[in-house]
């Protein structure tokens, strides 16, 4: 009896494993975001960057490496951006800007968005026809204020706002926010 009872379990956690996973569809019926998205998938492909401690035969502190992971899941974004499998870095690849980057109703020209819009926090929707380019962002610690209107003196109150009230993720730990702009 105990040998059927473990053998059932191995059988279903088998069937499991061989199930297809994939990420939520990006094109197609099922999707969240509008017919017509263009996310430049084929830029993540593209070699990440090499720290000075690297390239010395040295490794990535820990809160580089949580602020790698961060900035590259879809989790710390809220509800739409997650389902899309959105993250900071599909905007922002390897830290630069996306110039493909296309999302019909929130974008006027490939490579900028309106990021006061309601598809991704509709409590941020102001209705207007405001979109931003998006910028690169490597050596944003060093080009303050923060935001295109430069309404924010600090680079971390900055990145809590966009993961908060544009993308209505949750509220990042302390932590994550420390990685994130180091």
């Known amino acids: 009896m105990m040998w059927s009872a473990w053998s059932a379990a191995l059988l279903c956690w088998l069937a499991l494993m061989a199930a297809p996973v994939g990420a939520f569809p990006v094109n197609g019926n099922q999707t969240v975001l509008p017919v017509g998205t263009e ?12 720290f000075r401690s690297e390239a010395l035969g040295g490794r990535k502190s820990y809160l580089v490496n949580l602020g790698d992971v961060a900035f590259s899941s879809p989790a710390i974004l809220g509800g739409t951006a997650r389902q899309a499998g959105i993250s900071c870095s599909t905007c922002h690849v390897n830290g630069a800007s996306n110039p493909k980057f296309y999302l019909p109703g929130l974008s006027t020209r490939p490579g900028n968005l309106i990021t006061t819009g309601g598809l991704f926090n509709f409590r941020a929707n102001n209705h ?3 979109p931003v380019t998006i910028p690169s962002l490597r050596g944003a610690r ?5 935001g295109h209107d430069g309404r924010m003196a600090s680079l971390r109150d900055f990145v809590r706002n ?4 544009e993308f209505a993720g949750p509220e990042p730990s302390p932590a994550v926010l420390d990685a994130m702009v180091v």
């Open 39 to 50: 996310l430049n998938e084929d830029a993540l492909d593209r070699p990440r960057e090499v």
């Open 128 to 130: 207007l026809l405001d």
């Open 142 to 146: 060093y080009l303050a204020p923060y």
């Open 162 to 165: 966009v993961i908060v009230n």
